[in-house]
């Protein structure tokens, strides 16, 4: 069956780094363009980036552009999301996500939460000032 395990996740000072992994299993893993979410208490869960399949196709929600960049590694089926200058508003829980269709076409932009049909169980990030 498909899983989802993010880590990394934990209690930081603002300005510092995280970086988080979200190892998968059950499924092609180079099939799919996997995603990173997060919601913070009270918030809707908010779209942070994607990358495709094919690696080299990414996209970052403008809340996080410049300071988070995700990658993937399709031999160990793993994304990750590199967490740079983290600010107290960044504090939430981070989801990973694998989008609903195999190899999605390039015209196609996974960025809503329908997008996606499996999830991990979240990694909490909390940023202190």
């Not at 992994?21 to 996997?34: E, K, N, Q, R």
């Not at 990173?36 to 996080?64: C, H, M, N």
């Not at 076409?105 to 000032?129: A, I, M």
Request: with cysteine; proline share 4%; glycine share 8%.
């Amino acid at each position: 069956q498909v899983q989802l395990k993010e880590s990394g996740g934990g209690l930081v000072q603002a300005g510092t780094s995280l970086r988080l992994s979200c190892a998968a299993s059950g499924f092609i893993f180079s099939d799919y363009t996997m995603g990173w979410f997060r919601q913070a208490p009270g918030k809707e869960r908010e779209f942070l980036a994607f990358i495709r399949w094919y690696e080299t196709g990414i996209y970052y929600a403008d809340s996080v552009k410049g300071r988070f960049t995700i990658s993937r590694d399709n031999a160990r089926n793993t994304v990750y999301l590199q967490m740079n200058s983290l600010k107290p508003e960044d504090t939430a829980v981070y989801y990973c996500a694998r989008d609903s269709i195999p190899r999605r076409v390039p015209s196609n932009f996974p960025r809503n939460l329908h997008d996606y049909n499996y999830w991990g169980q979240g990694t909490q990030v909390t940023v202190s000032s």
